[in-house]
Nanobody
């Protein structure tokens, strides 16, 4: 199982950026999906999560600005980021709890991370 994230880059303050993360491999089902970020000198933190049923939760710092969604058929999770500010600069990681084929439990998998830089 592998996760491939894409969509990072440089954006000006107030701008928008979208991230996506697709899973591939011998996948039976995907449970929760989420996005985390790690800024320089800081610990990794949860940004947004979405359950298999579509229930979402967000860090207080991004509520009202970020939206996460998922496409189960495409095994993909998305993060739409609006009204970005320099404090959003970080490496963004996706995480999925995936039940692989021939096992009966879920395992957390992480993408490699994609850098988002908010700067003028």
């Amino acid at each position: 199982v592998q996760l491939q994230a894409s969509g990072g880059g440089l954006v000006q303050p107030g701008g928008s950026l979208g991230l996506s993360c697709a899973a591939s491999g011998s996948i039976w089902s995907i449970n929760a999906m989420g996005w985390y970020r790690q800024a320089p000198g800081k610990e990794r933190e949860l940004v947004a999560g979405i359950t298999s049923g579509g229930t979402t939760n967000y860090a207080d710092s991004v509520k009202g600005r970020f939206t996460t969604s998922r496409d189960n058929a495409k095994k993909t999770v998305y993060l739409q980021m609006n009204s970005l500010n320099p404090d959003d600069t970080a490496v963004y990681y996706c995480k999925m709890n995936i039940r692989a084929i021939v096992v009966n439990y879920g395992t957390d998998y992480w993408g490699k991370g994609t850098l988002v830089t908010v700067s003028s």
